[in-house]
């Protein structure tokens, strides 16, 4: 497969340039200080340490936190410094794991088409709250099944990166309970059909450390089960339609799998292709409906509730590429899709998809901009206690992005 021509290379290229672009828009917009963001940063400079109080999530607390830890050590202190390298850990990380992904998926036009549609429905409308550890799982997952779909000839380079993952994956999000299982599986599979001894050892090292972090996720859950904020998070398990970067997408998307699966010659035709494009103008106009409902918002809050959902999305998307490259043509809907004209108008509806996708991000992100520098502005011209029910938290914008206990953090960095 690695051996064949990019599909689309363009698309690729173009898909590449929008996902780093953002990237780097965001890092520039110090994003990462966003809700938890501004008080792990705070705590990190103040005690001089990791803040991984979260010893289950350890792994991706110690990767992310690392660069700034090491430049304040070292004597920087320009907070405005240090919060945008915090960002840009928090967002390059994972944004270079999908690259990755994308890059080893290029060759299989279907392949690529599900890589694009991951960065597009779970990545962008999930990121804005960059510093959950959720990010950084689902890149590190999906880079470990792509690398495991696309093993190159000489496959030790490949495992050594899958196990690396693995490692990392070990203490990362409750998630693995289920995504564990799922890349451990993709790796057995793929450990059956080799021959070098240190590939398939370092892949059974990988396939353990998925596995582990499972039970680590799943040790977690059970631990914190009563735990008043997991009460709480799954109380909200169900309330991701209030992301609407993420429901748009995702109800067009399940209407043509489920079309699909009973008609699967529907897929030749302009159905999915009308159905993704009014999906694609409704989340491209999200930034507007305000104007018409004041309710109707775009929420950052609401992508911290749609990053369950994103999960279980996730693993059903790495499911059908795993499925499409072990048993090809078997399963008429994805043998459907892999047809030459059929996979290419996905990727093609997907690169459009993800141009729909950075509209609203670009709006948020602007938003944010101007209440870091209202913020700012308060701080600078205040002395003493500021007290946060004074100010006009609950009034657009500041609602998006204004949460009183992070305030203090906020303030002491921006100032």
Known sequence: MLGAPPVLPWAYRAVLVLLWGLTIWNT??????????SSFLVNILDLGRFHDFYVARAHVDWLTQAPVLLLSRMGLGDTHLLSMVYSATLFALPTGLYHLALARLRH??????????????????????????????????????AIALTLRPRPVGDAAAICLLGVVSV????????????????????????EDRMARFLLAIGALGFLAGAVVGGATVVEYWTHPHFVKVRSTAL?????????????ALAACALISLARPRWLQGRG?????????????????????????????????????????????????????????????????LALPAVSRRLVLTMTVLMLAAAVPDLALTQLWWDYLERMRA??????GIVRGRTLPLLDWPDKLFAQEWSLPAMSAIVS
């Open 108 to 145: 299989d036009a279907l392949l690529l088409g599900f890589g694009i549609a991951i960065v597009a429905v779970v990545y962008l409308p999930t990121w804005f709250f960059i510093v959950g550890e959720y990010n950084l799982a689902f890149a590190a997952v999906t880079a470990a099944v």
């Open 239 to 251: 309330d991701f339609w209030q992301n609407l970067q993420f429901a748009i997408p995702v109800a």
């Open 378 to 383: 308060l701080v600078d011209s205040r002395e």
């Open 28 to 37: 520039l917009a110090c994003r990462g200080l966003f809700w938890d963001g």
């Open 171 to 194: 203490r990362s999000y409750e998630a693995m309970l289920y995504l564990g299982p799922l890349v451990a599986a993709v790796l057995v599979w793929r450990l059956r059909r080799i």
């Open 272 to 336: 999915p292709v009308f159905t993704m494009g009014l999906a694609m103008a409704a989340l491209a106009l999200t930034p507007w409906y305000r104007l018409l409902d004041p309710d109707s918002i775009l929420y950052p809050p609401a992508q911290y509730l749609a990053r369950q959902a994103a999960g279980v999305l996730l693993a059903a998307m790495l499911l059908a590429m795993w499925i499409h490259v072990a048993w090809r043509g078997r399963v008429r809907p994805l043998a459907t």
